[in-house]
């Protein structure tokens, strides 16, 4: 996912290891390449446009569009937040993210601001991804797969998958499977006046807070994560 929102990187620290699922079919209208941030008249979309969709292509061939892309990213987070009480801070790390990147494909741009957020975060879980491993098997099977493959005795999910994901097959495996629960965030202070918006991405926090903030305002801090590895180590 673009930029993602606070819960999936609580999800990222409450794992070993994070496996990004980027072998499986694009989704249109979704958070892959895209994402909320907060303005002055709401939540507002920043949208990295793809090129070549078609109903079977999986995310990690999906193109970038417009190479211009991060520089109409860029100049509306410093629309934005650029007010921010932390924002000059971590201006540089973002800065180089949006103008310095000359990735051709989604799922790279997605990893870099992945990692480079986790490293705000503190957060060191081991990120790799799905073609790492051996890919077998489709849905709720290609997943036990990858577990199994982990060595994982247990796999940690958003509460979204509840309406397709098979839990016997991974118990079969000896596997158990536990939820995310998302509720209980407190408020920060968002640099536009209420209402309060959850629902957009981490930037935002880090940006009202700084890391320290974001982690006392984040619902997986104090649990144990694993060490920072190559993706396919």
């Avoid at 970038?64 to 987070?77: C, E, N, T, V």
């Avoid at 997605?110 to 986790?118: G, L, P, S």
Wanted: net charge neutral.
């Amino acid at each position: 996912n673009y930029i993602p929102w606070k819960g999936y990187f609580d999800l990222i620290n409450r794992v070993d290891e994070f496996i990004l699922l980027d072998d499986v079919q694009y989704t249109k209208r979704d958070w892959r390449n895209r994402n909320k941030i907060r303005t002055r008249e709401g939540s507002k979309w920043l949208s990295i446009p793809v090129s070549g969709i078609n109903s079977s292509i999986p995310i990690n061939s999906v193109k970038i569009a417009d190479p211009d892309w991060g520089k109409l990213h860029w100049k509306r987070i410093l629309g934005s937040y650029s007010a921010a009480r932390y924002f000059q801070d971590y201006r540089p790390v973002f800065e180089d993210l949006y103008l310095g990147s000359t990735d051709k494909y989604l799922s790279q741009v997605n990893y870099r601001f992945i990692k480079a957020i986790c490293d705000i975060l503190s957060i060191n879980t081991k990120i790799s991804w799905s073609t790492c491993y051996r890919l077998e098997g489709k849905k709720t099977d290609r997943l036990v797969s990858l577990c199994r493959q982990a060595e994982a005795d247990e796999y940690l999910s958003g509460p979204a998958a509840k309406v397709y994901l098979d839990e016997h097959l991974f118990k079969s495996w000896n596997i158990e499977v536990q939820w995310m629960d998302y509720t209980g965030y407190p408020v920060y202070r968002q640099i536009f006046s209420p209402p309060f918006i959850h629902e957009v991405s981490i930037i935002d926090l880090i940006f009202a807070e700084g890391a320290d903030g974001a982690r006392k305002h984040m619902l997986s801090f104090g649990s144990v994560s694993g060490e920072t590895n190559d993706p396919c180590d």
